[in-house]
T-cell receptor, first 112, second 114 residues
Framework: GEDVEQSLFLSVREGDSSVINCTYT??????LYWYKQEPGAGLQLLTY?????DMKQDQRLTVLLNKKDKHLSLRIADTQTGDSAIYFC????????????FGKGTHLIIQP | DAGVIQSPRHEVTEMGQEVTLRCKPI?????LFWYRQTMMRGLELLIY????????DSGMPEDRFSAKMPNASFSTLKIQPSEPRDSAVYFC????????????FGDGTRLSIL
């Protein structure tokens, strides 16, 4: 079945860039998403990319997709304390199943 | 604009009781999804609907779980009878059109079964 893998923790200094990585196994993945979850809250959509794209930039966020290696990354420039949260990578395959398959999430910890 | 609205936000009940979780999708969205989040298993899809019709319920853990969508603006997820292992955060999400459109999530219902 499909699988999405992420590192559990990432610690960065305030002001530095954060890079959160994700790998997936489903070669038919057509849409890939990044969601942010703050404590006690729901999932907030950050950005998404289609599999026919290599890169997408949105203000401080840059998504890179390496389809050959099935690797997705999210770069957050100038990381702030408000970026502290869990970041989930998710994918939808093109095989007709519309539900999202999520990774376990990466806890982003900001050091002052 | 109102997002996906879930109620209640928190539910604490004793095992064996019936639990009903509610969701109001974003107006105009024609797909609705129920997910469950636990520490051990992360986020899992339970069931989803397109145009009020259940499409895939393969993620529903047992017959104790049932979901309905009587109209385009309301869905319920029911657990009867509830068990302690059902304790989790249950999320509802909605989406318009095709999978090319992203899913938008509610704030979730935190369910505790004692």
């Amino acid at each position: 079945g499909e699988d999405v893998e992420q590192s559990l923790f990432l610690s960065v200094r305030e002001g530095d860039s954060s890079v959160i990585n994700c790998t997936y196994t489903d070669s038919s993945s057509t849409y890939l998403y990044w969601y942010k979850q703050e404590p006690g809250a729901g999932l907030q959509l950050l950005t998404y990319i289609f599999s026919n794209m290599d890169m997408k930039q949105d203000q401080r966020l840059t998504v890179l997709l390496n389809k050959k290696d099935k690797h997705l990354s999210l770069r957050i420039a100038d990381t702030q304390t408000g970026d502290s949260a869990i970041y989930f990578c998710a994918e939808v395959s093109g095989g007709g199943a519309d539900g999202l398959t999520f990774g376990k999430g990466t806890h982003l910890i900001i050091q002052p | 604009d109102a997002g996906v609205i879930q109620s209640p936000r928190h539910e604490v009940t004793e095992m064996g009781q019936e639990v009903t979780l509610r969701c109001k999708p974003i107006s105009g969205h024609n797909s609705l999804f129920w997910y469950r989040q636990t520490m051990m298993r992360g986020l899992e899809l339970l069931i989803y609907f397109n145009n009020n019709v259940p499409i895939d319920d393969s993620g529903m853990p047992e017959d104790r779980f049932s979901a309905k969508m009587p109209n385009a603006s309301f869905s319920t997820l029911k657990i009867q009878p509830s068990e302690p292992r059902d304790s989790a955060v249950y999320f509802c999400a909605s989406r318009s059109g095709t999978p090319a459109q992203p899913q938008h999530f509610g704030d979730g219902t935190r369910l505790s079964i004692l």
